[in-house]
T-cell receptor, first 113, second 111 residues
């Protein structure tokens, strides 16, 4: 597609439930990133995928968070047993390998009640 | 431990004047710096970048200055326009990925 597409745009979930957030990167972009922005905070790196290489998961805040990327394209970020502190805007971005700067999607606003 | 800091959460500037947004960092290994602009309900969009081997990069109305000794970079917008009203994030990295972002500065350009 023309840009990075994320779904859903908004998600309200009850504490303790699992959620899945989806990202469709720009066609041809082999690098894919997940960031999140909590209220009043900067963008926090979560995970990075590059082609078939092992992902860099160093930013995932707990083992309740996981992400996968199928077929080198679409990625899903899964949060299990959601907590209120997981409430944030989750942003996906993609880029060509080695490119400086990437293209972000519009994000998914997750609210855990 | 915030490696990239934007100490001014907001800034108001009159249309036509210069906007100066500041960013400080602590990691001397950072070798590439970016500025992003974000409108409400949209993802951040890339604005301008600078590598650590330079001290200035210009693109139209936007200029980024890097002072490595002070670990400080700034974004100048001249002249400021109402459409520039947005949140501006600076980001820094070692290498080409895993950028560390600041908390952002909300710029309001008054008509």
């Amino acid at each position: 597609g023309a840009g990075v597409s994320q779904s859903p745009s908004n998600k309200v979930t009850e504490k303790g439930k699992d959620v899945e957030l989806r990202c469709d990167p720009i066609s041809g972009h082999t690098a894919l990133y997940w960031y999140r922005q909590s209220l009043g905070q900067g963008l926090e790196f979560l995970i990075y995928f590059q082609g078939n290489s092992a992902p860099d998961k160093s930013g995932l805040p707990s083992d309740r968070f996981s992400a996968e990327r199928t077929g080198g394209s679409v990625s899903t970020l899964t949060i299990q047993r959601t907590q209120q502190e997981d409430s944030a805007v989750y942003l996906c971005a993609s880029s060509l390998p080695g490119a400086y700067g990437y293209t972000f999607g519009s994000g998914t606003r997750l609210t855990v009640v | 431990d915030q490696q990239v800091k934007q100490n001014s959460p907001s800034l108001s500037v009159q249309e036509g004047r210069i906007s100066i947004l500041n960013c400080d960092y602590t990691n001397s290994m950072f070798d590439y710096f970016l500025w992003y602009k974000k409108y409400p309900a949209e993802g951040p969009t890339f604005l301008i970048s600078i590598s650590s081997i330079k001290d200035k990069n210009e693109d139209g109305r936007f200029t980024v200055f890097l002072n490595k000794s002070a670990k400080h970079l700034s974004l100048h917008i001249v002249p400021s326009q109402p459409g520039d009203s947005a949140v501006y994030f600076c980001a820094a990295s070692v290498g080409t990925y895993k950028y560390i972002f600041g908390t952002g500065t909300r710029l309001k350009v008054l008509a």
